[in-house]
């Protein structure tokens, strides 16, 4: 139907996640009426990010420094530690400006059933970074999954052990919501986790 | 409206699709295993998110459409938290539905296997055997899919195996072999069949009461081995299932010879 070169473009637009084969004909055609420029540059803007990014050795974040610039910040706190499932998390933590400590990224969850066991996450990363570093909180901000929840119990039978504090972010209503509206699991955390108001 | 349908269900597995959906794999108590895309779950405001988590039973209301059908409302009558808040019940329940999930075919009404997955799920929430509770459901599994093993003769010269004699599962002889028909297969001890056979008949009220401790260790493995046969594939959730189980202290005597 098409020539073999465009094809062949098509097939490997559609490897991406998300993109089907009509969102795939559509990117490739858009890339064929580009300039060459245009097109040069974008294929080494992914180059470059392929070859210059690696795992940061202390928090194991992307990074194209090594260490990270947060794990570098002399301004941050050196004992609290924000365990994140992926850097998409820490991003989104960044965002808030409120915290100020270290971070730790897993690059994943457990998640039996598609394979993923403990081994396969960055926890014996975060074991000896406990025992080189002095860390006094740990806050384990993994998803309110099911997955989420196991990886989070998982690393508090771990590090329980060690003596550190260990905390779980909370989880309950979302800023904005409404009562009616949530659905019951959440209501019942929101319970849970009620807090004691202070004058 | 047209196209609306209620069901009772449990979810089964939940895979991210696109941008904020969810593909979730239903139980169906009427319809057997049903697709359902749930979509917009990912958004923080969504009313569907709490209830379509793995594990749980609810009522749903879904749409039905071309190829997949759609996820509208769902009340949950039955969340298993305890199955998501202790990992060695989660490992547990993971592998119970993943199991189900491979061996029901979609829209293969079976009332039998819905029942026994939720009543599994509550036995798992409920009691602390999760060993004996597991052995009892692989048994269920495989007597519904006509793979029961063969528990009282010898597959391959059909004399009675006597009580007392070591239990020896072949899996693809389907059953178990007597003293002199073992050609190196690995065995367990004369309580592992005992147990087998008893477990064939048992129901789940009893999890809460026999203390068997290893010999369930035992047993569990072997039937895990047997339904890996019959699948002729392992499971994902097999792997940490396994982590699990020696954590806890099992022995690893299935795997010596006699």
């Not at chain 1, 094809?7 to 795939?24: D, F, H, R, V």
Request: proline share 3%.
């Amino acid at each position: 139907m098409y020539a073999r070169s465009i094809a062949q473009l098509i097939e490997e637009l559609g490897k991406l996640p998300g993109i089907g084969p009509k969102s795939a004909q559509r990117l490739a055609f858009h890339l064929l009426f580009q300039s060459k420029e245009e097109v040069k540059a974008l294929i080494e803007a992914i180059v470059k990010a392929k070859e210059e990014v690696k795992y940061c050795s202390q928090c194991q974040n992307l990074t194209d420094i090594n260490p990270c610039p947060i794990c570098s910040d002399l301004n941050r706190e050196k004992w609290l530690l924000c365990v994140v499932e992926n850097p998409q998390d820490v991003a989104a933590m960044e965002r808030i400006r409120e915290y100020r400590g270290q971070y730790h990224v897993l690059h994943g969850v457990i998640s039996p059933m598609d394979g993923v066991g403990p081994e396969d996450l960055k926890i014996r990363e975060l074991l000896q970074r406990l025992s080189n570093q002095d860390i006094k909180e740990i806050i384990i901000a993994t998803n309110p999954t099911v997955e989420g929840e196991a990886t989070a119990m998982y690393l508090a039978k771990l590090i329980k052990p060690l003596g550190i504090k260990l905390t779980r972010i909370a989880r309950g209503l979302p800023e904005g919501g409404d009562i009616d509206y949530v659905d019951q699991l959440t209501l019942v955390r929101a319970l849970e986790g009620r807090r004691e108001i202070d004058n | 409206m047209v196209g609306l349908y209620r069901t009772r269900a449990v979810v089964l597995r939940v895979k991210d699709f696109g941008e904020a959906d969810r593909l979730v794999t239903l139980l169906t108590a009427e319809s057997g295993k049903v697709q359902a895309l749930a979509k917009g779950v990912r958004r923080p405001k969504s009313k569907l998110a709490g209830g379509i988590s793995i594990f749980s039973l609810g009522d749903f209301q879904l749409w039905q459409g071309k190829s997949l059908d759609g996820i509208k409302q769902v009340e949950i009558i039955e969340s298993y938290r305890l199955l998501r808040e202790n990992i060695e019940k989660m490992a547990y329940a993971s592998y119970v539905c993943e199991l189900t999930d491979q061996l029901q075919g979609e829209r293969d009404a079976d009332s039998g296997v819905f029942s026994l997955v939720i009543h599994t799920l509550a036995a798992l929430q409920d009691y602390e055997d999760l060993d004996l509770v597991l052995g009892i459901f692989l048994l269920r599994v495989l007597s519904i899919g006509g793979y029961l093993p063969e528990i009282n003769v010898c597959v391959s010269c059909g004399s009675v195996v006597p009580i007392g004699s070591s239990l020896v599962l072949s899996a693809s002889g389907g059953g178990i072999l007597c003293a002199d028909c073992i050609r190196g297969e690995k065995s367990a001890s004369a309580e592992a069949l005992s147990l087998l056979r008893f477990l064939v008949n048992a129901d789940y009220r009893l999890a809460g009461r026999i203390k068997a401790g290893s010999v369930n260790y035992q047993v569990v493995s072997l039937l895990m081995n047997y339904v890996t046969y019959y699948l002729e594939k392992r499971l994902k959730s097999s792997d940490f299932l396994d982590i699990i189980r020696e954590e806890k202290g099992g022995f690893k005597s299935v795997n010596g010879s006699k």
